[in-house]
């Protein structure tokens, strides 16, 4: 099969650190930028590399690689012209100061934001992360191909899926063929998964989540990545592997505690045999937390103590359906009550636009999902 290897780290002790985090979308998703000076669009377009605290930089050194999902495509154009208006989940230029300051290695694109604005701004973005080193899986573009990153002897194979309904929408069967490939390669294999069927918001992923994972384990994975909650949900010790089920919001507008706590997720790999395979002795999570812009060390007890043994989920799909749902209409009203507490701080043009989008959400069901 093709493996691309795009980047080499020098070789050093036995053991590789993987740092990976959640949801990176530097834009507008709600209405803070234009009422709050403490906004992450803000603060990223003014301080890009000051919106990171010491110690959680310092903590992304101890990485040998360094994982995150990009929700957004990067582009100039985040402002509407005339109307002085950001565009939503676009992230300026500046966010490329922010990622390198964070030293991160690879990043996912395929989700369920990546191709609002269309496949000439995704290739754009691309072309902007190739420019400053940054690895990226989940082409959302074409058909998924294995990036490969090689440190202290170790290959770390990564591919990245979505299987939101929006976007480039991935079959299941192929996320398993490209396992089933990979599987006569030495090495480690992280899958990122942008999961679907709308369970966001939620502090426990759905059965059919837990059920996928465990496929993909056993069907060849090492590392399970997840993402699209926009909450950092338990990681799960399976057989030999690791399933972080949701990563939540790294950097994301918004405003809910369950959605501005998360985590650093640390595996330690160890590295032996040759040809050089890996086998995870350690999982860890460091809390952190968006607090005026910033994101910053927490002491969070739930994000600490997120590593598990064991299924994270004893509900049935339809007991875990109904919570979900209740969770997601508590979200979408505290979306319409931001709105109308602030409606008089907005220009006319803001209101259009965002009822506009509302309409449209409404007649889908899908007003309040990021």
Not at 124 to 135: M, R, V
Not at 182 to 205: D, F, I, N, Q, R
Request: include cysteine; charged fraction near 20%.
């Amino acid at each position: 099969m093709s493996v691309e290897t795009l980047t080499e780290k020098e070789p050093s002790e036995t053991s590789v650190q993987l740092l990976a985090v959640g949801d990176i979308m530097p834009g507008a998703a709600y209405f803070s930028p234009l009422v709050d000076e403490n906004s992450t669009l803000n603060t990223i377009m003014e301080e890009p590399k000051q919106i990171v605290e010491e110690n959680v930089l310092q903590s992304f050194e101890g990485g040998d690689v360094v994982f995150g999902n990009l929700e957004c495509v990067i582009s100039d154009d985040i402002m509407n012209n005339d109307l002085g208006v950001p565009k939503r989940m676009v992230a300026p230029p500046e966010t490329l100061d922010f990622i390198e300051e964070c030293g991160f290695d690879i990043l996912n694109l395929n989700n369920n934001h990546i191709l609002d604005y269309g496949s000439s701004l995704v290739a754009a973005t691309q072309n902007q992360l190739e420019s400053h080193n940054i690895n990226h899986i989940g082409n959302p573009l074409r058909k998924e191909i294995p990036i490969t990153i090689t440190t202290k002897g170790l290959d770390i194979h990564f591919i990245g899926y979505n299987l939101c309904e929006e976007g480039n929408t991935a079959d299941e069967s192929e996320i398993f063929k490209t396992l089933d490939e990979l599987s006569s390669v030495a090495g480690m294999v992280v899958v990122s998964v942008h999961w679907g069927w709308g369970y966001e918001h939620t502090l426990k992923p759905a059965p059919s989540q837990i059920n996928l994972g465990h496929k993909l384990i056993d069907g060849g994975a090492d590392i399970v990545l997840g993402h699209h909650s926009h909450t950092f949900q338990p990681v799960e010790k399976y057989n030999d592997g690791v399933i972080a089920y949701s990563l939540g919001n790294f950097l994301f507008d918004m405003w809910r505690d369950e959605n501005i706590e998360s985590g650093i997720l640390g595996i330690k790999i160890a590295v032996e045999n040759e040809p050089k395979e890996g086998k995870i002795e350690g999982v860890n999570v460091i809390p952190i937390s968006q607090k005026n812009g910033m994101i910053d060390k927490t002491t969070s007890s739930r994000i600490s103590n997120s590593v598990i043994y064991g299924s994270p989920q004893n509900n049935s799909e339809k007991e875990y359906r109904i919570y979900a749902e209740k969770i997601k209409q508590k979200h979408r009203c505290d979306v319409v009550q931001q709105y109308i507490r602030n409606f008089h701080k907005f220009p006319l043009e803001f209101h259009l636009s965002t009822l506009s989008q509302w309409f449209a959400k409404i007649s889908t069901n899908k007003l309040g999902d990021e």
